[in-house]
């Protein structure tokens, strides 16, 4: 099956800074998506985005499809944007069917 | 509007016990699907359906049943519990909208301690 690959795993950034999570995934992919897990447990989507590049207040997600490649952007990170960020994707079959990465931990102190 | 509501938050089984993870969804999409997540792993799916009376097998699906009797609800059952099945469960249901593509709602996850 598709393999989907998360960068760094750990980071840990001042409140303020920005930063770059990075998806790599193994094949041609229909379906993108970026979540949030916050501390508490809950997962937000994010973003669908398997190709192009979208925007979302301080996040913004760019996906290089031909380059097998996803990136998610926070700027003027927030402690509120602690937590888990995964990358999950599908390449074929039920778009609904995803495989995740391992996700990135962000830690964001004030 | 709810979302996607799951029951119970928490649970303790003994080994070979049987129970049901509930999850009821109020916004009329037609997917669903249970994922379980383990420490340091992201999701794993478990089974899916694409609506009500169809099901299908995830990544991860020996030891679990589902039905989709209702587009409201995707219940879990888990036959014989056994201790590998200690983990975190997340039930979702997913949307398309034309101009936004897929989109995902998650419930609150139930915590599963199987000793």
């Known amino acids: 099956g598709i393999q989907v690959e998360q960068s760094p795993p750990d980071l840990i950034l001042q409140e303020g800074a920005n930063s770059t999570l990075r998806c790599n995934f193994s094949d041609s992919v229909n379906n993108l998506q970026w979540f949030h897990q916050n501390p508490w447990g809950q997962l937000i989507n994010l973003f669908y985005?398997?190709?192009g590049t979208k925007q979302n207040g301080r996040l913004s997600a760019t996906t290089v499809a031909t380059e097998r490649y996803s990136l998610l952007y926070i700027s003027s990170s927030q402690t509120t944007d602690s937590g888990v960020y995964f990358c999950?994707?599908?390449?074929?079959?039920?778009?609904?069917?995803?495989?995740f990465g391992k996700g990135t931990l962000l830690t964001v102190n004030p | 509007n709810a979302g996607v509501t799951q029951t119970p938050k928490f649970q303790v089984l003994k080994t070979g016990q049987s129970m049901t993870l509930q999850c009821a969804q109020d916004?009329?999409?037609?997917?669903m699907s249970w994922y379980r997540q383990d420490p340091g792993m992201g999701l794993r799916l478990i089974h899916y359906s694409v609506g009500a009376g169809i099901t299908d097998q995830g990544e991860v699906p020996n030891g679990y049943n589902v039905s989709r009797s209702t587009t409201e609800d995707f219940p879990l059952r888990l036959l014989s519990a056994a201790p590998s099945q200690t983990s975190v469960y997340f039930c979702?249901?997913?949307?398309?909208?034309?101009?936004?593509?897929?989109?995902?709602?998650f419930g609150s996850g139930t915590r599963l301690t199987v000793v």
């Open positions: 979702a249901s997913s949307y398309v909208w034309r101009d936004r593509g897929h989109g995902y709602t």
């Open positions: 985005i398997p190709s």
């Open positions: 916004m009329n999409h037609e997917y």
């Open positions: 999950a994707v599908n390449s074929g079959g039920s778009n609904y069917k995803l495989t």
